[in-house]
């Protein structure tokens, strides 16, 4: 069991293998393996992982698919796609608060609370495994490890909480985006969507100046002050990082909260 989690995707850099699998049809198998990466798992909490009761759905781009405080029955993982968590103001305004990729269980405090925490919508064309939560809370009963990797995945998530609500706070536009792009590049890199320095984010820029707290056109004038200076560029939906230490000293960028295996190494090789 543990041998097939650890399967690689071919592209993906070696300290990775062992830690994730390429998801040809909606499968659980990423968010395990996210789990396993940061939790000590036995062969047979992973094998009640993996069976875990799920159904995929499938949401068009565009489509909100949660109401914050709303009544929830069960979470989703994020089997392909890009999602947002976020709030939305009266007036319209709406400030993405998450970006949920593969392999992420999105709004995890919802697990818990049975009430959505955050609206969600998909960004892009998305498929979606839901889980009822008379199933997480079964298996979290009978293995209290597998809560307890549960726990950490959600005290990840409220890490990267902190420093996006330190970025909006404290940094200016251009070391929020640097740093945004630098988170990024990480958690794509680790389930293997890197290559060299370069990811694809299917974000327009209302939606990343929905993430970073500014307007549309100031989003335009970083991104074009970053390509000039060399930093960084964005074309097509796609990041190119040109100035990977630049990057990192620009945003004040350190991977140690999303707490993966190796990454402090490899990032900072």
């Known amino acids: ?19 994730i699998m390429s998801l040809a049809t909606p499968s659980i198998d990423l968010y395990v393996a ?10 047979e909490e992973l094998d009640a992982l993996q069976k875990l ?3 995929a759905v499938r ?16 979470v989703w993982i994020v089997s392909s796609g890009l999602v947002s968590g976020f709030q939305q103001l009266r007036s319209g ?16 405090p919802s697990a818990k609370l049975g009430l959505a925490t955050t609206g969600l919508e998909a960004l892009t064309d998305v498929t979606l495994l839901h889980i009822s939560r008379t199933a997480l809370q079964s298996v979290q ?24 609500s330190t970025n909006a706070g404290r940094k200016c536009s251009r070391s929020r985006l640097a740093h945004f792009f630098c988170e990024m590049a990480a958690r794509y890199e680790y389930i293997g969507q890197g290559v060299g320095f370069s ?19 100031h989003v335009n004038r970083v991104l074009m002050a970053l390509r000039a200076e060399g930093i960084v560029e964005m074309r097509h939906r796609r990041v190119f990082v040109l100035d990977w230490e630049a990057l990192i ?21």
């Open 1 to 19: 069991m543990r041998q097939a989690l650890m399967t690689g995707r071919q592209h993906a850099p070696a300290w990775l293998q062992e830690d």
């Open 34 to 43: 996210r789990l396993a990466s940061r939790s000590n798992l036995s062969d």
């Open 53 to 55: 009761p799920t159904r």
């Open 59 to 74: 949401k068009k781009a565009g489509t909100s698919f949660t109401i914050c405080g709303e009544k929830v029955s069960g």
């Open 93 to 108: 305004l709406r400030q993405i608060t998450a970006l949920h990729i593969e392999g992420d269980m999105a709004d995890q």
């Open 141 to 164: 009963s009978s293995f209290p490890a597998v809560a307890g990797a549960m726990a950490v995945d959600a005290a990840v998530d409220a890490a990267i909480q902190i420093q996006w």
């Open 199 to 217: 990811f694809d984010l299917p974000m327009t820029q209302f939606h990343l100046a929905d993430a970073m707290a500014i307007t549309p056109v």
């Open 249 to 269: 000293r620009l945003g004040e960028f350190s991977p140690f909260y999303l707490h993966h295996r190796k990454s402090h190494q490899a990032l900072n090789a």
